[in-house]
């Protein structure tokens, strides 16, 4: 059985909602690619369109949305999403994984295309922020 974890950021606001997805719910969002536009029932938002923007598998390898296909592959890249050059010119070989969604993806980003009746806040509890840190007694 799959199971993603959801990152859904809320574009207004720029909180983010950390989703677990799993059951049928996730079965259907096999196969969907970055920039696709899903229905927020899956997440359990009823009435929101959600945009697809990203995602990562369970080695934290990024997906890229102008690699076609759910495969791995190493690009020689200059700049862009999963590298960053260290000097003007680096080039280097780099793992990414492609902008189809399948089972050996682990995180999912999307972003609410559009918003639905209820206020997000009523059906999502928001994610802790990143970084924070347990208060200590």
């Given amino acids: 059985m799959v199971e993603f974890k959801t990152i859904v950021n809320d574009v207004k606001t720029g909180k983010s909602y950390n989703v677990k997805v799993s059951g049928h719910h996730a079965n259907s969002l096999n196969g969907k690619n970055i920039g696709e536009i899903v229905d927020g029932i899956f997440v359990g938002l009823p009435g929101?369109?959600?945009?697809?923007?990203?995602?990562?598998?369970?080695?934290?390898?990024?997906?890229?949305?102008?690699?076609?296909?759910?495969?791995?592959?190493?690009?020689?890249?200059?700049?862009?999403?999963?590298?960053?050059?260290?000097?003007?010119?680096?080039?280097?070989?780099?793992?990414?994984?492609?902008?189809?969604?399948?089972?050996?993806?682990?995180?999912?980003?999307?972003?609410?295309?559009e918003y639905g009746p209820k206020a997000i806040e009523e059906l999502l509890p928001p994610a802790p922020a990143e970084g924070a840190k347990a208060e200590k007694h």
């Fill in 48 to 113: 929101y369109k959600l945009k697809i923007t990203g995602g990562s598998d369970k080695n934290g390898t990024p997906m890229r949305s102008d690699l076609p296909g759910p495969k791995r592959k190493k690009l020689l890249l200059s700049d862009g999403l999963g590298f960053k050059e260290r000097y003007p010119g680096e080039r280097k070989r780099v793992g990414v994984r492609g902008s189809t969604i399948s089972s050996e993806i682990v995180q999912i980003n999307m972003a609410i295309a």
